[in-house]
């Protein structure tokens, strides 16, 4: 094995898991490969042809990630092709199944495409192994579900024998069961490596959007930006990268988009002069994503949340492969979360929603946190950190350690307007009566007479919702979920709380943490 890696890879020894894959596929052991971006996984697939000598068949989602990959291994003078979705090339065909290949690429469609005869004319010749890139997409409860990968079982009775080696970056415990049982894994190899990247420092900013605050925020990033050290903005729509773009262009920082609606020209262009350190700053959207392995990239900045905890972990994630220092850093505003309740009412299945609402909860869990962000991540997934302080984001060394406050008035008043409601309103409503608001759906129910309307007029309607998360979170208000969002009421321990007030004259006190949100104010 260490012959084979130094000779076509120029390796002197094996990472981590690297060899105990390789060994178990070479024994005949199907495998879970569950490890890091840039720990090396795709040598787990590349070794086992190139010592057996039996073609490796590889499944991957993008023709143009297999593309790359290809094109490396050729140059090592490694026997590697690929079958589009739309193949017509005959000879990759023959070729393949005369066994002249040691890697054989190709994307799910393809591969639940071709023929028995193919199959059994490459078995003839012998396959070492059939491995699924990007595995997370079988599952529905991954971030990034692809219908075309859910077939892939159909596989097992065309290669009889044949050990199957699922890899991914990202799994939570539930989306492993599902590579598992999608893919039918018999009694497989499983290695986990920590998912814990301890050179990231991890932070979080809330956003107040005033008129100026893309200007501001260039100034902010390119203060801490500097003059030198790779960075990627990622903006969760074209528009803000536009609008960033211009604002670090304005401030003089040399920057440059990068999404989906460009040529692919400019695109490529972009990435080149990236890669050479020409341009220091892509500003982009998550277009910019697989295929990207520079190594010293310095910082990740998200300009909005993303959609998932995993997508925020495998973005941010592209910065400090090389394990120097480098920092993620999050940006967000309560409306990145809104907007999303809807965006659910498009899935089909059950499962697909909760995932979604799920991932979502987490990522919003993630941005809200006054305790450990590193903490958080781990724990999603599925790891059991031992540090209750990791020192190396922005809670863990915030000077003076987290602030808390007494909110039980705030509390009290909070609960009291959901009352008011009655149960039949998302947390807007009760929101807009301690705002003092005239609004239709204030009028129309005349919550505008209440005793509470107009109290919480102090504070900002962001102050209140982040407040009405942690009274969620606590136990003191619940939610239920209604036809196009979720409904709001005054859970158990809220009654409590109302009941002793108003029975003793007493509220007693609730110490509550002081968010990034709550500290906008
Ligand atoms: P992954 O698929 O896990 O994201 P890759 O397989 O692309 O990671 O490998 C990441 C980087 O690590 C590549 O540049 C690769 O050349 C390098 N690498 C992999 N295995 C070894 C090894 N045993 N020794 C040194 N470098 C390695
Ligand atoms: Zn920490």
Known sequence: MERVLKEFFGYTSFRPFQKEVVSQILKGKDCLVIMATGSGKSICYQLPPLITKKTAVVVSPLISLMQDQVMGLQQRGIRAEYMGSAQTDRTVNSRAENGDYDLLYMTPEKACSVSQSFWTALL?????????????????????????????????????????VALTATATHKVREDIVQSMNLQ???????????????????GLNRTATFKQELAREILKDVGKSGSTIIYCTTIKDVEEVVDALQKEGANARPYHAK??????????????????????????????????????????????????????????????????????????????????????????????????????????????????ILLKYFGENPTAENCGNCDNCVRPGGIQYQNLAEEAHLLLSAVKVCGGNFGLGVPIDVLRGSRGKKVVDNGFDKSPVHGLGRGRNQNWWKSLADQLLGLGYLKETAGNNFRLVSVADKGDQFLWSASNMGLISSLMLPINQEMALE
């Not at 497989?188 to 990231?200: E, G, K, Q, V, W």
């Open 124 to 164: 003839s010749k012998g396959v070492s192994l059939l491995a699924v890139d990007e595995a997370h997409c079988v599952s529905e409860w991954g971030h990034d579900f692809r219908h075309e990968y859910q077939n892939l079982d159909a596989l097992r009775p065309m290669l009889p024998k044949v050990p199957f």
């Open 187 to 205: 009694d497989a190899y499983t290695a986990i490596s920590s998912f814990d990247r301890p050179n990231l420092f991890y932070g979080v900013s």
């Open 262 to 375: 460009m040529s692919s020209t400019l695109r490529t262009e972009v990435h080149r002069a990236f890669s050479t350190d020409e341009l220091q700053i892509v500003v982009a959207t998550v277009a910019f994503g697989m295929g990207i392995d520079k190594p010293d990239i310095r910082r990740v900045i998200h300009y909005g949340c993303p959609k998932s905890l995993e997508a925020y972990y495998q973005e941010s994630g592209r910065c400090g492969r090389d394990g120097f220092p480098s920092q993620c850093w999050m940006y967000y505003t309560r409306s990145d979360f809104a907007k999303r309740d809807f965006f659910t009412a498009g899935f089909t299945t059950a499962v697909r929603k909760q995932a979604v609402l799920d991932s979502y909860a987490a990522a919003k869990d993630y941005c809200a946190t006054v305790k450990c962000r590193r903490s």
